[in-house]
């Protein structure tokens, strides 16, 4: 069993950073692949990002491509989220995930195992 919970949310402007936390309770954090997603109001959960067990390969959505960074500390069991140049349209609650065993598709959400509770970001025009 593997616990994620995220922090990092909130309210923040148009064009300014948030960076997103997820911290993760398993002794073999570093053996499982992490993604972030994201569900705005009155839309699917969608794929945001993605990062390999040892930090070495990043995927990312097209719209996110550029201004967000994903990364991770596995020795503090921790993946991060970096939103630069915010847009109204990230308006979502944001989802951390841990992706034990890859089965070829990174950026369906079944494709992972475990879920974090979720952490709110809004953008302000």
């Known amino acids: 069993q593997v616990q994620l919970v995220e922090s990092g949310g909130g309210l923040v402007q148009a064009g300014g950073s948030l960076r997103l936390s997820c911290a993760a309770s398993g002794r073999t954090f570093s053996s499982y692949a992490m993604g972030w997603f994201r569900q705005g109001p009155g839309k699917e959960r969608e794929f945001v990002a993605r990062?390999?067990?040892?930090?070495?390969?990043?995927y990312y959505a097209d719209s996110v491509k550029g201004r967000f960074t994903i990364s991770r500390d596995n020795a503090k069991n921790t993946v991060y989220l970096q939103m630069n140049s915010l847009k109204l349209e990230d308006t979502a609650v944001y989802y951390c995930?841990?992706?034990?065993?890859?089965?070829?598709?990174?950026?369906?959400?079944?494709?992972?195992?475990?879920w974090g509770q979720g952490t709110p970001v809004t953008v302000s025009s």
């Open positions: 990062i390999s067990r040892n930090g070495g390969n990043t």
């Open positions: 995930a841990a992706d034990i065993q890859y089965s070829g598709s990174y950026y369906r959400e079944l494709e992972y195992d475990y």
